[in-house]
């Protein structure tokens, strides 16, 4: 599980784990200017979303 805090062009911070996906919550996050909740799953097989 992982917290970003993004503004209109990056992701400023990141907690947690999956820092790999940084760059997938960026596109999503960023331009939306507006507060987002969303899942990212992770094809790793023994990463902790894919529940390895």
Known sequence: MAL???DEESVLA???T???H???AA???T???RTRTFTLTCPTP???S???
């Open 4 to 6: 970003a805090l993004a």
């Open 14 to 16: 990141w907690d947690g």
């Open 18 to 20: 999956g820092d790999h």
């Open 22 to 24: 940084r760059a997938a």
């Open 27 to 29: 596109a999503r996050l």
């Open 31 to 33: 331009h939306a200017a």
């Open 46 to 48: 023994t990463a902790p």
């Open 50 to 52: 894919a529940g390895g």
